[in-house]
């Protein structure tokens, strides 16, 4: 053989190698597509990313067609290699033309092109999808052929060719998306998104007013003062009852009592005219449907009613945003924060502040899973009612109590994060 064949031979033997490279890089550039990202390139009209976006819905054809011109390529080359062998060093120069193409193969078609395919897959996979897809139709018969003999021999071993996990994320797995997500958007949005999937691990009892807290209009009261409290009121909508919250008549909106006043109609008959009827959901319903019912009620706000039906608190649609903004509003006029910074680093806060409240306004972590106000899990771990001055060390905050009206803690002197000690509970009288 001269020089002119031996030279056509390594320029085959070259282009064979170029040729595994191409396959090797397709394989992984197509398989390591983000699917999500790629599904939405497709919708947006990106013509590369719909033929992969076709190809990927066959998995067994699209790596069929990769692998037979992968082996394709492999096995054509070890022939020519050893073609080219034997006409420049005979028999004996075999072994080593085989050990200098596995180096070359390995390097040049496998781990090269495999590296480069995973760390730029839409790089690679956009452009061979416009060779594979024509390549899938004219190879069709033996891809074919060569996916029926390996499904069958997969469905002899027991294996559900049908059996693929569909592109779905949980709720978890979501979570960590919009974590990692938070170099391409803002931190607001990034804790807002977060929030919105924690409303279906919250219920309406995390989030109401509790009962003793609601301001209601008493229909049997004077109505002088009736028409006070109105006024007085810094909320839009307000409970009507009769002599106590067990006889809720309806919800009053302040808007129409005004408009009333100033046509000088306000009178007790009226007022009962422009009630709307009451609206209650369970305490244990998830926020996230909450959020729904309001919307299908067309309400924004409900009473709340425990297992037996009676009356435990009020949730508005306020309650539930804030759940996902923060807050939203200042305190309103007249009210004193629930969470007051003092000189010396500690927090006088109120009993009543729901601990999701608080942990979210001081970026804290006390516990959530029991009570649901400050007042309640310092009452159920003391299993006392405690006195003005009981200090405690909870969950590595030292707790003081500042003021108590009759079985509950009104006021308390939180220090945040103390080191262990010995005991977790210690009483100063």
Request: aromatic share 6%; charged share 20%; proline share 5%.
């Amino acid at each position: 053989m001269n020089d002119s064949h031996i030279g056509e031979l390594l320029a085959v033997l070259v282009f064979l190698i170029l040729l595994a490279a191409f396959f090797s890089a397709a394989e992984i550039g197509m398989m390591t597509l983000n699917r999500y990202r790629l599904r939405h390139l497709a919708n947006s009209g990106h013509r590369a990313a719909r033929i992969a976006s076709h190809l990927l819905e066959r998995p067994d054809r699209l790596l069929g067609v990769i692998l037979l011109g992968n082996n394709f390529a492999n096995i054509a080359a070890a022939s020519v290699a050893t073609l080219l062998a034997l006409r420049l060093y005979g028999a004996p120069a075999i072994g080593i033309a085989t050990l200098l193409l596995t180096l070359l193969v390995l390097i040049f078609a496998e781990v090269a092109p495999k590296t480069l395919a995973a760390l730029y897959p839409e790089r690679v996979a956009f452009p061979v999808a416009y060779v594979l897809s024509p390549l899938l139709i004219l190879l069709s018969p033996l891809v074919w052929l060569v996916n029926t003999i390996a499904n069958g021999l997969l469905r002899l071993l027991g294996f559900s060719i049908h059996r693929r996990t569909a592109d779905q994320m949980s709720t978890e797995e979501l979570r960590t998306v919009v974590r990692e997500a938070g170099a391409f958007m803002p931190q607001s949005h990034q804790q807002m998104l977060l929030a919105i999937l924690e409303l279906e691990d919250m219920t309406v009892e995390d989030v109401m007013v509790p009962r003793g807290e609601i301001e209601t209009i008493d229909l049997d009261s004077d109505w002088d003062h009736i028409a006070t409290r109105i006024i007085a009121s810094h909320y839009s909508r307000l409970p009507v009852c009769h002599g106590s919250l067990d006889n809720i008549v309806g919800f009053v909106h302040v808007r129409k009592v005004l408009l009333l006043m100033r046509a000088g109609e306000f009178q007790r008959d009226n007022l009962e005219k422009i009630l709307e009827a009451p609206y209650f959901v369970p305490e244990g319903t998830p926020l996230g449907r909450q959020l729904l019912n309001f919307r299908e009620a067309k309400r924004r706000i409900a009473l709340v009613v425990n297992e037996y039906g009676d009356l435990v608190g009020l949730v508005s649609l306020r309650e539930i945003l804030e759940e996902i903004v923060g807050e939203f509003t200042a305190p309103l006029p007249g009210i004193t924060d629930e969470v007051q910074l003092q000189d010396d680093g500690s927090y006088l806060v109120s009993g009543g502040i729901t601990l999701r409240d608080l942990n979210r306004r001081l970026k804290w972590n006390l516990p959530t899973t029991g009570p649901k106000t400050l007042n309640g899990l310092i009452t159920e771990y003391l299993e006392d009612i405690p006195e003005s001055g009981t200090s405690l060390a909870l969950e590595g905050y030292q707790i003081e109590i500042v003021r108590t009206r009759g079985t509950a803690v009104q006021l308390a002197r939180v220090r945040p994060k103390l080191a262990k000690t010995g005991s977790d509970t210690e009483a100063n009288p």
